[in-house]
Each structure stands twice: as C-alpha cells, then as structure tokens.
Nanobody, 114 residues
Framework: VQLQASGGGAVQPGGSRRLSCTASGTIFSFMIMGWYRQAPGKQRELVASVSSGGLITYADSVKGRFTVSRDNAKSTVDLQMNSLKPEDMAVYYC?????????WGQGTLVTVSS
C-alpha cells in the first residue's frame, strides 16, 4: 500500500486548507482511512478517520472545523480544514488500516501563522 499526501502549506489563522491522500496498491474501499498529525515535541495524534462503511471520528479539538471525506472510486481521502488555529500547525499524515495492517503516508506540513 502506498499513500501520497498533498495539500500542506502555509495559512493564516482563521484560514482554510484542504489535504488530500491518494492510496494505491490495495482495495481502497476496504480500508479505514485516517488523518493524524504531529506537532513539534508532541506525540502523533488522530485528527479524523473514516471507515470503509463511512463511520467518521474526529478529535475533539477539530470537531466543527475539519471535515474528512473519502472517494472510493478515486481511492482518495481528503481533510478539509477550516478556521485554522496556530495549534493546528503540524505535520499531517495519512494512514490506512487494512485488516489491522497499518500504512503511513509521508506527511505534509501545515503551518498556521500570521
């Protein structure tokens, strides 16, 4: 399984950014897809996940601001991030969970500053 994340970059507080992750090498529709992030000096944490059946989970810190979506036809999972805060600044990673086997993308940096 290969995961390619994109969409990171610099944004001002209150702004928006959309991340996208494309998967290849497996049956995408069977996978639980997730977005994680890791800020400097902190542990990697779950931001949002979407199961193969469409069950969605968000971290409390992003509820109401971030939206995760998947397109099984395109093998993509997106993370729409709105109302970004400085504390959202981190490297964002795409994760695929295929029957307990975990795969990570390369990470994409999101910086939030004025």
């Amino acid at each position: 399984v290969q995961l390619q994340a994109s969409g990171g970059g610099a944004v001002q507080p209150g702004g928006s950014r959309r991340l996208s992750c494309t998967a290849s090498g497996t049956i995408f529709s069977f996978m639980i897809m997730g977005w994680y992030r890791q800020a400097p000096g902190k542990q990697r944490e779950l931001v949002a996940s979407v199961s193969s059946g469409g069950l969605i989970t968000y971290a409390d810190s992003v509820k109401g601001r971030f939206t995760v979506s998947r397109d099984n036809a395109k093998s993509t999972v997106d993370l729409q991030m709105n109302s970004l805060k400085p504390e959202d600044m981190a490297v964002y990673y795409c994760q695929a969970n295929m029957l307990g086997f975990i795969y990570w993308g390369q990470g994409t940096l999101v910086t939030v500053s004025s």
